[in-house]
DNA sequence: CTGCTTGCAAAACTTTTGCAGACGG
DNA sequence: CCGTCTGCAAAAGTTTTGCAAGCAG
């Protein structure tokens, strides 16, 4: 997570873009809305801090910051989109009754897939990794 | 892949359900629509057998076969969802530039995550495990 | 200043639903 | 025959787009 405001002004700058007022609010929105939110549940948090930011910004800046790394899209069942602001390689355990996702920390996409560019020229970009199921709240 | 008209029939009958002519080209459209097509794609072929097939059957009747294990939903980057019928384990390598999509075997799930169920009480039911990035063809 | 971004509203899609009629078992 | 399933059309969502006005750099 980028903490400071500082740093997200900066990592936005870096990739060609102009840190507007409404693209901080939505990084900040991301990591308020709780685990793997969905678009209106960013829209939410982000009217908190900017009560006339509209629905297509939030929609424009997620794509963009999908585009340039800062957050994962996780396509989902019930037609929606949700936004995991942690890049990093894990499973998401999602509970198919009750619909929250729990992180799972595993061995590494290079430990289960050795030498994916060698052995078949892919160059990995991000990864999405869902196992569903029942989880143990439901389960008991 | 149930190859038969008549494994397919009797796979739909044992879980409960009818064995109706429109399911059945559904089932054999997933397999010609080729590699993880989506509704429409689907639709497309089905409408070759059946041209008075309807998209909302398709609909229905895709998410009874995902509920039966026949076929296995992916979320998709593009808004719709994508069908894949190799339910097994395995790593889908979708390219962001021409949206292809290759299966890449590997290591069980139990491997890279062992003990799912002992360590956090989940009961997998089924997986998505998708890494995103240039396909070999892309990039060369 | 320049042109990238925003907000608004409409458009475009995907997916779901209700219901009368069809048909599988 | 009974109850499930289909086809149709409309509804419900989600996501995208066009455009004038507003700001970041």
Redesign the interface.
């Known amino acids: 997570m980028l903490s400071s405001r500082e740093e997200i002004v900066e990592t936005i700058r870096k990739s060609g873009h102009r840190a507007t007022s409404q693209r901080i609010v939505v990084y900040e929105a991301l990591w308020k809305a709780g685990s793997h939110p969905n678009v209106s549940e960013i829209h939410k948090y982000a009217s908190k801090s900017d009560p006339t930011i509209s629905l297509a910004t939030v929609y424009k800046n997620l794509q963009l910051f999908s585009e340039i790394g800062l957050v994962r ?5 019930d ?1 929606s ?1 949700r936004y995991d602001p942690d890049v990093d390689f894990h ?1 998401n ?1 999602v509970c ?1 009754k009750c619909g929250r996702i ?1 992180d ?1 920390d ?2 590494s ?1 290079e430990e ?2 050795p030498n ?1 560019i060698q052995k ?17 709240r439901c ?2």
Chains 1, 2 share one sequence.
């Open positions: 899209e996780m396509g989902f069942r037609g989109m499973i355990l198919n729990e799972f595993c061995i996409l289960i897939a994916l078949v020229g892919f160059e990995v970009q991000s990864h999405n990794f869902e196992v569903r199921g029942i989880c143990s389960r008991s």
